[in-house]
Nanobody
Framework: QVQLVESGGGSVQAGGSLRLSCAAS????????MGWFRQAPGKEREFVAA????????KYSVSVKARFTISRDNSKNTVYLQMNSLNPEDTAVYYC????????????????WGKGTLVTVSS
């Protein structure tokens, strides 16, 4: 079993930045692909970014590419999401997720989830 805990959410002005962290338990963190998803009220959970188990490959949604950066530190069992140039459309609860096999972009394929952290961007 893997436990994931997000942190770093909060309120920020449009154009500002936030850095989210996801701390994972267990000794097999490096075996999992990791991803970030987000969900706004009344909307479906959507893919944001993903990173392979070795950290070499990354994927981003079109809406965040060039603004967000996903990274991981396997020695610390932590994955990060650096968010720059934030706008009100980025307001959502952000979830960290782990996948045992692969590092897909579909929420239904993820095996473990954190409880989420709220990001609010004001104009």
């Amino acid at each position: 079993q893997v436990q994931l805990v997000e942190s770093g959410g909060g309120s920020v002005q449009a154009g500002g930045s936030l850095r989210l962290s996801c701390a994972a338990s267990g000794r097999t963190f490096s075996s999992y692909g990791m991803g970030w998803f987000r969900q706004a009220p009344g909307k479906e959970r959507e893919f944001v970014a993903a990173i392979s188990r070795n950290g070499i490959f990354t994927k981003y949604s079109v809406s965040v590419k060039a603004r967000f950066t996903i990274s991981r530190d396997n020695s610390k069992n932590t994955v990060y999401l650096q968010m720059n140039s934030l706008n009100p459309e980025d307001t959502a609860v952000y979830y960290c997720a782990a996948e045992v096999e692969g590092w897909g972009t579909a929420a239904d394929d993820m095996d473990y989830w954190g409880k989420g952290t709220l990001v609010t961007v004001s104009s």
